[in-house]
């Protein structure tokens, strides 16, 4: 499975921005996708997820009410719908993708850089 990530760039503050992933390879055996993001000298933090089979969603308290998820099955594709952008958004987004096999998140993509600036 290989995943692909795009749609991130530079954004002032109260902004929005939309990132993509598409999933390629393998992906019948998709579970769930979701979306991380690092923070220079912070930990990885979970956003926000997606069940392939149903699209049921789960969201950090930190994104609720600003960012969705969202999926095209035909595609391959998850979105992250992200609305009033705030300076601490500022990180590298990945996307991952979960296996029916797997109790984690396995494949990853490269990342796409989300600045906010104030």
């Known amino acids: 499975v290989q995943l692909q990530a795009s749609g991130g760039g530079l954004v002032q503050a109260g902004g929005s921005l939309r990132l993509s992933c598409v999933a390629s390879?393998?992906?019948?055996?998709?579970?769930?996708m979701g979306w991380f993001r690092q923070a220079p000298g912070k930990e990885r933090e979970f956003l926000a997820a997606?069940?392939?089979?149903?699209?049921?969603?789960y969201y950090a308290d930190s994104v609720k009410g600003r960012f969705t998820i969202s999926r095209d099955n035909a595609e391959n594709t998850v979105y992250l719908q992200m609305n009033s952008l705030k300076p601490e958004d500022t990180a590298v987004y990945y996307c991952?993708?979960?296996?029916?096999?797997?109790?984690?998140?396995?494949?990853w993509g490269q990342g796409t850089q989300v600045t906010v600036s104030s």
């Open positions: 991952a993708l979960r296996t029916t096999h797997d109790d984690k998140y396995n494949y």
């Open positions: 390879g393998r992906t019948f055996s998709t579970d769930a």
């Open positions: 997606i069940v392939w089979s149903g699209g049921r969603t």
